[in-house]
């Protein structure tokens, strides 16, 4: 039994004993929350301080390699965490989510970092667009931290996945955490926390860890500074309503429990797949962390006709979830959170009771087992029938814990209207074999839910579930759910940088942004830019290439070659009569053509061309044109060394292709990977 820290300023905070934390398995005291009272003065100036300003002399790919090698030190040192997470009720399974949903969204955000973003802390968010006739005056937007400070509020039921998919974004982004757990379960935040700090890999200050309240904090903020929260839509609504937020229009974005659906289209029959699939992603929604999970499926939305099959599908899985101590083999669900939980779940089932009905619940001999659970927060699945669907309750009061509510409905878009009832979830299924009905759907749908599931027998062969949000995909959902958005890849990384327009000349906009814009002053190389290492190449760097007249045999010649015999290239009469009135020539020969202009054909610090990115035919060649290539360095990404290749960096080369009236034929970016010099 121990006290819990706090970690503040650089050092850890608190000895005395406060309010005892019970396991939920047993309810025996696993931890206090400290008595001491927090300064959170000295917390904010440390982060605007000592923090910020270390990390901003880092950049964007030095902070994409820490939080790689952090998700690698916390995945060694796992079971340290996931011995401490069985204190809250959780399995195993449950308890994966949670560790290694949290390590494996810190692995996502350093693959992001490192693929996506540049080796400085200005990301560009083209394209540049003209402001004036003859290309001298151009605008673009740049995102660039914040120089603030990110409070991260923090819900019980995940307590590491939670803390984690929230702090990887806003590190990556340069910005400074403070985290403040739900105190039912921060005893698994502050292990993660002292393992996160005994690494040595984050910065002094980066990340800074509140047990118990908030105090004064809000108060602290200032404009450049960040609120995200997750849990219930009324804390939301209190915490965003805070008058220094309001008044320093201080962003907050909250992501809150919503009351998701799930509906099984009129399509789907007891015997199809889909019936079956539909019955597991209910049942392992409502059980999966003891359903509390704010992506759970609160109302189970089925044709009149197939209630009963439903419910007695439903009844029959959910009877044989074995309920208790997650350390005993063959348990399935393990308790909720704690006992004030408990209590509340089973006030919000009997309310959602009174207008309906209660066809699974803790009555039907529900036993949890293990030695002590008596005294723990174990709570029966339960299902309950809404036969009046639209008026039922469970459509604004949820029950956050193995509760679903099965509504019935008469034909699609009753189905559809149902779900809208929610007034805002963060994610909902639909279980269909019918394409036709999934797009039917999908307009209702993205009007009021964050995801959408389609969930068919295709799809199950790798569905990550439900209640999975993904790094890649946007976490969050409107109205009640919040109307915030988490998670959604570089998304995530945009919220902590602030967005500015920046207008000027092609070549201070390129200067801005550490990309070469076109029109800009550019570097002639006396050296061949394909010679070169990537430490020596410079964004501006450019080569004006020699020229080619394209003649007859070339298109005949590359139209034998590809295949491409279109009548634009080789049919006289045609051609005459087309827009261009004569034959052209194919736009991949120009590409072909330009690459034969400027590449440079020996052994070299070029190791690859691995893409090519926004191309444009903008004039057709015809045959008796003269092209030429502009190559220019435009933009340049590092990349952490890899054992099993020689060091190497990214470049990207601008290519325009000209004729020789000067007019644009083809524009394009192709991305090379270039050996380094120095290795490591």
């Not at 053509?593 to 090519?612: D, E, I, K, Q, R």
């Not at 590092?638 to 020689?646: E, G, S, Y």
């Amino acid at each position: 039994m121990s006290t819990l820290q706090s970690y503040i300023a650089g050092r850890w905070v608190g000895a005395t004993a406060a309010k005892p934390l019970a396991s939920a398995i047993n309810g025996r005291v696993v931890a206090h929350t400290h008595e001491e009272t927090l300064d959170f003065a000295e917390a904010m100036s440390f982060a605007r301080g000592t923090a910020l300003p270390g990390l901003l002399r880092t950049h964007f790919q030095d902070r994409a390699r820490v939080l790689k090698a952090l998700a690698a030190y916390l995945l060694e040192r796992k079971e340290q965490l996931y011995a401490i997470s069985a204190h809250t009720g959780a399995t195993r399974s449950d308890s994966w989510i949670d560790i290694e949903g949290g390590i494996g969204t810190l692995f996502a955000y350093a693959s992001i970092g490192g693929k996506d973003l540049p080796s400085s802390n200005v990301l560009h968010e083209g394209p540049p667009m003209r402001l004036g006739a003859n290309n001298h005056f151009i605008g673009s937007h740049v995102l660039v931290p914040k120089r603030g400070v990110a409070l991260h509020i923090n819900a019980f039921n995940f307590p590491m996945w939670g803390m984690l998919e929230k702090f990887a974004p806003s590190f990556l982004a340069g910005m400074p955490c403070l985290v403040k757990p739900a105190t039912a379960t921060s005893y698994v935040a502050e292990a993660c926390v002292r393992l996160i700090v005994d690494s040595g890999l984050v910065p002094a200050g980066a990340l800074q860890l509140i047990i118990g309240g908030t105090g004064d904090l809000f108060e602290r903020l200032d404009e450049a500074d960040v609120v995200t929260f997750t849990g219930s839509a009324d804390t939301a609504l209190m915490l965003k309503a805070h008058p220094n937020l309001l008044k320093k229009s201080i962003p907050f974005n909250a992501e809150a429990d919503s009351l998701n659906c799930a509906i099984l289209a009129p399509d789907v029959t007891p015997d199809d797949p889909e019936f079956d699939l539909f019955i597991k992603e209910v049942s392992r929604e409502m059980t999966a962390k003891a359903g509390q999970k704010c992506t759970a499926i609160r109302r189970t939305i089925v044709p009149a006709k197939l209630v009963d099959a439903v419910a007695t599908a439903l009844k029959a899985r959910l009877s044989k979830t074995v309920v208790g101590d997650p350390a005993l083999e063959g348990v399935r669900m393990g308790a909720l959170a704690n006992k004030a939980q408990q209590a509340d779940v089973a006030e919000r089932v009997a309310q959602l009771a009174k207008n309906c009905e209660l066809l699974l619940s803790e009555r039907d001999g529900f036993a949890p087992k293990g030695e002590g659970v008596g005294d723990g927060a174990f709570y029966a699945p339960t299902l309950l029938l809404a036969r009046d669907a639209s008026a039922s309750d469970a459509h604004h009061l949820e029950a956050f814990g193995p509760v679903t509510t099965l509504m019935p409905y008469g034909d699609f878009e009753e189905a559809l209207h149902l779900a809208t009832l929610g007034r805002g979830s963060l994610v909902g299924t639909v279980c269909t074999k019918t394409p036709a009905l999934a797009a039917q759907a999908v307009p209702t749908f993205a009007a009021w839910h964050g995801r959408m599931l389609v969930l068919d027998r295709e799809a199950a062969l790798e569905n990550t579930g439900h209640g999975s949000p993904l790094p890649k995909l946007k976490h969050g959902g409107p109205g009640r759910a919040g109307g915030g958005e988490e998670l959604g890849g570089l998304r995530a990384v945009k919220h902590y940088l602030q967005r500015c327009a920046v207008q000027g000349s092609p070549t201070m906009i390129s200067a801005v942004t550490g990309e070469y814009q076109r029109g800009g002053t550019v570097t002639e190389s006396d050296v061949h830019p394909f010679r070169r290492y990537f430490e020596d190449v410079e964004v501006g760097m450019s080569l004006l290439t020699h020229r080619r007249t394209v003649g007859e045999a070339d298109i005949v010649a590359f139209g034998g070659l590809s295949g491409d015999y279109f009548y634009m290239h080789f049919d006289e009469v045609a051609a005459k009569e087309s827009p261009f009135g004569q034959r052209i020539a194919h736009g991949y020969f120009v590409l072909s053509a330009a690459a034969g202009l400027f590449v440079s054909p020996a052994p070299g610090p070029v190791l690859a061309n691995y893409g090519l990115e926004n191309l444009r035919f903008v004039t057709p060649v015809a045959i008796g044109d003269t092209i030429q290539a502009r190559l220019t360095a435009k933009r340049k990404i590092d990349r952490p060394p890899r054992d099993d290749q020689p060091a190497q960096g990214v470049i990207g080369w601008d290519v325009a292709v000209t004729n020789q009236r000067g007019e644009l034929c083809a524009s394009y970016e192709i991305l090379t990977l270039v050996a380094k010099r120095v290795a490591g």
